[in-house]
Nanobody, 126 residues
Framework: QVQLVESGGGLVQTGDSLRLSCVGS????????MGWFRQAPGKEREFVAG????????YLTDSVKGRFAISRDNIKNTVYLQMTTLKPDDTAIYYC???????????????????WGQGTQVTVSP
């Protein structure tokens, strides 16, 4: 059973930056497609970013393009979400997730991911 642990969330002001980290419990995640999702109060969980196991392709939802970036370090079993120019609308619990299968157009579907972290809270004040 792979475990994922997110960290790096916090309370920031509009325009600030944060870097979230997601550490896997073993090296198997180095071959998984990894994604970041977020869930705001009263809203459904939404896809934010995804990255192939090699890190050669990354994907971002439209609302964060130009502000967020996803990357990974397979030596450290870690995936990152660099967030800049944060807005109050970015306030949510952020989750990382791992898919044992390559994901193409289905990467935004939460059900495609087998493993999930517990989430880390990001709060952006006006």
């Amino acid at each position: 059973q792979v475990q994922l642990v997110e960290s790096g969330g916090g309370l920031v002001q509009t325009g600030d930056s944060l870097r979230l980290s997601c550490v896997g419990s073993d090296r198997t995640i180095s071959v998984y497609f990894m994604g970041w999702f977020r869930q705001a109060p009263g809203k459904e969980r939404e896809f934010v970013a995804g990255i192939t196991w090699k890190g050669d392709s990354t994907y971002l939802t439209d609302s964060v393009k130009g502000r967020f970036a996803i990357s990974r370090d397979n030596i450290k079993n870690t995936v990152y979400l660099q967030m800049t120019t944060l807005k109050p609308d970015d306030t949510a619990i952020y989750y990382c997730a791992a898919s044992i299968l390559p994901l193409g157009s289905a990467m935004s579907e939460a059900a495609r991911y087998r493993y999930w972290g517990q989430g880390t809270q990001v709060t952006v004040s006006p």
